[in-house]
Each structure stands twice: as structure tokens, then as C-alpha cells.
């Protein structure tokens, strides 16, 4: 029973941490805090408890803990319809939207995060099973290890160029560089946001960036961490002032405007560069055989 109890709090243990883990890595995308923390954390640490008690099961035969398991990965999904409900209903009252594809994004990642939690804690049980204490160890710090790089993912600087834009007016229509974004008729409006405004333009390093920029979900996604992370000067009766991301249709580079609190382009630059790149707008055309044969 010593000997079980070993295992199982081993398994307990890394599961856990690893949780714990990978709340701090992605707290920008979590509502909630720290009621957020102590809820997934909770969860994180029964996900653990599960995989652990599955390997003392296992030995002693008992294979009716994969219904347990079975019964556990019903309720993660269930975890992110949760999530999905109760990031739409806080959509309703975000003046700049995070967008149904970034919050079908974070709510896969909050189910998919439970798994590695689950598949950890498995792992060490069995490692500490093999090899004791130490095994479990070595095994643990390598699971999260892994875990931590594989729910990273590709950031909006990993696959474009992120430069500083030119904000300018063409008669009233505003502008960042060659691409027009909306008219302005004030003659003062338009004379604050040259002074205050901010501009960048997001190149895309080759055909699969293009095509991932091209999504209107991923645009959102850079427009409300800019406003995030930035802050933003837009209210319900100033809609110039709304963060925009516009594209030119002729290079499929995109262009990012926004009224910030603080007009700090450098920031501005590194906000945009840490955009997660979301799921739903990972698109390769250059993988498939068409995309292939046109880059030749």
C-alpha cells in the first residue's frame, strides 16, 4: 500500500505542477483570475489524480480504471463548452472582440491542457513503478519540459515581419502606408489621430503566412492583443477609434491601427509579434502539391 501511495503521489505531483505550469505561461488569454487559477488548478489536480491512480490499477488488474479515464475525457470536453459559453457571453460587452476563432482557440487549448496534464501524471506513475523516486523525477521534469514547448505554439513573429507604419490621411480616407482603412470626417478627429494614433505593418514571410493573415478571425486576434496589451483610447461614441487590422490585396501584407493609452510603438511592435497564430488560420498551401509546383 506504501509502495502505491508513492506512485500515485508522484503522478499527483507533476501533473499538477504542470498545470500549474501552463497557467503562468498563457495568463493574457484567461479570464477570471485568480477565480480562474484556483478552478484550473483544481481540475489540473484531479486530471493528475487520474492518471496516477490509473498505473496501481493496471498492476493489480483492475481494468476498470480506463472507464474512469473514459468518464474524466468526457467531462474535459464538457470543460470547453464551458469555456466557449463563457467567453461568448463576456464578447457581448468587450468593445474590441477577441473573435469566435480566437475563443474556439483558447477553449480547445483549456480540454487539450487537462490531457497533457493526465498523460503526465500517467507517465511518472509508470517511471516511478520502473525506476523509483529518481526515475520519476528525471521522467517528470521531461514531460513538462515537453509539455511547456508543445503548448507554446507559433506566435504572429515567428511567421511575418513586424515594421513600423506611416499613419496619413488621403483627403478623409485614414491610411497606414498604402492601405486605406475607413474615412474621417472631422477635420479634428483626423488631426488627434495623426498625433496620437499608431501604425504597423505585418508582412508574412512566405505563401503560408500570407494565407494565414488572409483569415479575418486571425486579425482579430492581432487587433485585441494590441488593444489588450496596449490599451485603447476607443469608447461606444468614438468608433475611429476602433483598433483595425486591414489587408492590401495585391502583397497580402496587413496593416494594424490603433489609438493606444500609451503610444509606444516599440511595445506596439512586440504586442503585435506575440499574437499567437491560431489554429483555425494555420493554413499551408505550400505543403500541398498545387502550392508546391506554383512556388517552383
Known amino acids: 500500500m506504501e509502495e502505491y501511495m508513492k506512485i500515485i503521489l508522484s503522478g499527483s505531483l507533476a501533473g499538477t505542477l504542470a498545470r ?23 481540475l489540473g489536480a484531479i486530471a493528475s489524480a487520474l492518471g496516477a491512480v490509473a498505473v496501481p490499477a493496471l498492476l493489480n488488474k483492475d481494468f476498470t480504471a480506463f472507464t474512469f479515464l473514459a468518464l ?71 514531460l513538462i519540459f515537453f509539455s511547456l514547448t508543445f503548448m507554446t505554439g507559433e506566435t504572429i513573429g515567428d511567421i511575418c515581419e513586424v515594421i ?52 479575418m478571425g486571425q486579425r482579430m486576434a492581432i487587433a485585441h492583443t494590441a488593444a489588450v496589451i496596449m490599451g485603447s483610447k476607443k469608447d461606444v461614441d468614438i468608433p475611429e477609434f476602433t483598433p483595425l487590422v486591414r489587408k492590401n490585396p ?14 509606444d510603438l516599440e511595445s506596439l511592435i512586440l504586442a503585435v509579434k506575440r499574437t499567437p497564430v491560431l489554429e483555425s488560420a494555420r493554413v499551408r498551401p505550400l505543403k500541398t502539391q498545387a502550392g508546391r509546383m506554383a512556388a517552383d
Open 20 to 42: 500549474l505550469l501552463l497557467i503562468r505561461l498563457d495568463y493574457r488569454q484567461y479570464p477570471g483570475y485568480p477565480h480562474g487559477y484556483i478552478s484550473h488548478l483544481a
Open 250 to 263: 495585391d502583397t497580402g501584407a496587413v496593416a494594424l491601427y490603433i489609438m493606444p493609452i500609451e503610444k
Open 72 to 142: 474524466a475525457a468526457q467531462q474535459f470536453r464538457e470543460i470547453r463548452n464551458i469555456e466557449r459559453e463563457t467567453l461568448q457571453n463576456l464578447e457581448e460587452t468587450r468593445l474590441e472582440k477577441r473573435g469566435k476563432d480566437y475563443i474556439e482557440g483558447i477553449a480547445r487549448t483549456f480540454e487539450a491542457r487537462n490531457y497533457l496534464v493526465m498523460i503526465t501524471a500517467f507517465l511518472t506513475s509508470v517511471a516511478a513503478v520502473l525506476g523509483g523516486v529518481i526515475g520519476a523525477a528525471v521522467v517528470a521534469v521531461i
Open 164 to 215: 513600423p507604419g506611416e499613419i496619413n490621411f488621403k483627403g478623409s480616407l485614414l491610411r497606414v502606408n498604402d492601405i486605406d482603412f475607413m474615412s474621417v470626417g472631422l477635420p479634428e478627429m483626423r488631426e488627434k489621430i495623426k498625433k496620437e494614433a499608431l501604425g504597423v505593418m505585418i508582412k508574412p514571410k512566405d505563401d503560408n503566412a500570407r494565407a494565414t493573415l488572409h483569415d
